[in-house]
C-alpha cells in the first residue's frame, strides 16, 4: 500500500513541487499557490458540477418537502421516492462531498512533501533521493527549499494563515448553502457551518503553514467559482432573490408532486385490479374442469 501510494500520490507531487520551485523562482509560497490553482484547473468540472447539483436540489426543495409530508410515517416509501426524483433529475445526494473527498489525499501528500523538503526537517534528506525522478537531475540543486514567503516560515505553523482559512471556508460554505424550511437540515447545515471551519482552523495551527496556503488559496478559488456560477448564495441572499418568487414556485412543485403521487397510486390500483380479475378468471376456469 505504501509504494502504491509514493507511485500515485506522493513521488508525483513531490517531483512537481520541485520542478515548480526551480521555475518560479525559489519561491516556496509561490509554488504553493501555483500548484494549487493547477490542482483546482484539474478538479473545476468536478466543483462545476458540485454547484450545479446544489442548485437543483435547492429548486427540487418544494418536491422533497411534499414527498416527506405525504409520507411522514412511512420512512421506505419516502426514500424510494425521494431516489426516484433524484434520479430523474441526474442528482448524485454525495455529489457535494466530491472535491473535499479528492482534495483530503493531495493535502496528506502535501504535508509529508513539506516536511521531506525544507530544512526545517533536514533527517529526511537522505530518503528524499528515493523519491526523485533519475531522469530529472537539475531537482538535485534545488533542495532544500527555502520556506520562507513573505517574512513567515511556512515549515511552521502560522496563526494568521490558520485564521484565514477558517474564514475563507465559512464564507464558502455560506455561498454554497441551501435554504431549507426543515428544521432538522436546518440545524444540521448550521453545525457543518461552524465546525468545518473550526476543525480545519485548529488543524492549521498544528501543521505547516505551507498546508495552511493550499486551503487558503483553494477556498478563494472556491468562492470566486461559486460567485461567477451561482452568485453570493446564502451569503448574501437578496443579491439573488430580489427578483426571484419563492411562495408560488412552492405550490406549483407541491401540486405537481400530489398529482405525480396520485397518477401512480392510481396505476398501482389499477395494476392489482388486473392481477385480482385475472386470479379470478383462472380460479373459474379450474372450478369449470372440475364439474366437467
Not at 125 to 154: C, K, R, V
Not at 169 to 184: A, G
Not at 223 to 242: C, E, R
Request: proline share 5%; aromatic share 10%; hydrophobic share 40%.
Amino acid at each position: 500500500m505504501g509504494d502504491l501510494w509514493n507511485a500515485l500520490i506522493f513521488d508525483p507531487m513531490l517531483n512537481s513541487l520541485i520542478i515548480l520551485y526551480t521555475f518560479l523562482g525559489n519561491n516556496f509560497g509561490l509554488t504553493i499557490i501555483v500548484f494549487t490553482l493547477i490542482v483546482n484547473i484539474i478538479m473545476l468540472p468536478l466543483r462545476l458540477k458540485q454547484i450545479r447539483s446544489t442548485k437543483k436540489l435547492a429548486v427540487l426543495g418544494p418536491r422533497l418537502q411534499a414527498i416527506q409530508k405525504k409520507y411522514a410515517n412511512d420512512s421506505q416509501r419516502r426514500g424510494q421516492e425521494t431516489m426516484r426524483i433524484y434520479k430523474e433529475e441526474g442528482i448524485s445526494p454525495l455529489g457535494c462531498l466530491g472535491p473535499l473527498v479528492i482534495q483530503m489525499p493531495i493535502w496528506i501528500s502535501l504535508y509529508w512533501c513539506i516536511y521531506a523538503l525544507i530544512p526545517t526537517f533536514p533527517e529526511n534528506f537522505a530518503s528524499l533521493t528515493s523519491h526523485m525522478y533519475d531522469s530529472l537531475e537539475f531537482l538535485d540543486t534545488a533542495i532544500p527549499l527555502n520556506s520562507t514567503f513573505l517574512g513567515l516560515d511556512l515549515g511552521q505553523p502560522v496563526a494568521l494563515f490558520a485564521l484565514f482559512v477558517g474564514g475563507s471556508m465559512w464564507v464558502l460554505q455560506k455561498m454554497s448553502m441551501m435554504e431549507s424550511t426543515d428544521p432538522r437540515q436546518q440545524q444540521t447545515q448550521k453545525m457543518m457551518l461552524w465546525m468545518m471551519p473550526f476543525m480545519f482552523g485548529f488543524l492549521c495551527l498544528q501543521f505547516p503553514s505551507g498546508l495552511s496556503m493550499y486551503w487558503m488559496t483553494s477556498n478563494l478559488v472556491g468562492i470566486a467559482v461559486q460567485y461567477f456560477v451561482a452568485g453570493w448564495g446564502g451569503l448574501i441572499p437578496s443579491a439573488d432573490t430580489n427578483n426571484s418568487e419563492p411562495v408560488k414556485p412552492s405550490k406549483i412543485n407541491e401540486e405537481d408532486i400530489s398529482s405525480e403521487e396520485e397518477d401512480l397510486d392510481e396505476k398501482q390500483y389499477k395494476n392489482k385490479r388486473q392481477d385480482s380479475r385475472r386470479r379470478n378468471r383462472n380460479s373459474s376456469n379450474r372450478a369449470r374442469r372440475k364439474q366437467r
